[in-house]
């Protein structure tokens, strides 16, 4: 699994309630799109309790794209044996994109429906 890059500029998305199907353990991504693919801009262990995650944007400075850019779709999912499931989010506060500096709390994180 490739790691995010710290690129100098992130959101802080707080998380504080998961549905059954994340366990203790479950690594949960945040992902964004370069091309065809999706690339993990933030990442975290579900350890029962709430938590805060940075999702990277993009360093500008750089050639290619490195993060999320303003205003991206996140895609959220959690990883367990290497298996995905897209997951979805309800927001208490922001919405499901990406702000440089921005601060979003999701109040319940599920298996997509």
Known sequence: MNMPINTGVNMTVAILDVGPHIQRGDTILA????DDNYIIGGLTVWKG????????????????KDGF???EDIKWVRRKDNQDLALTPIYMTGQNKWKANGISIIEHLSILK
Do not use: M, N, P, V
């Open 69 to 71: 850019s303003d205003q």
């Open 31 to 34: 992902l964004y799109k370069l």
């Open 49 to 64: 309790e709430r938590l805060a995650i940075a999702l990277w944007g993009d360093d500008s400075t750089s050639e290619f």
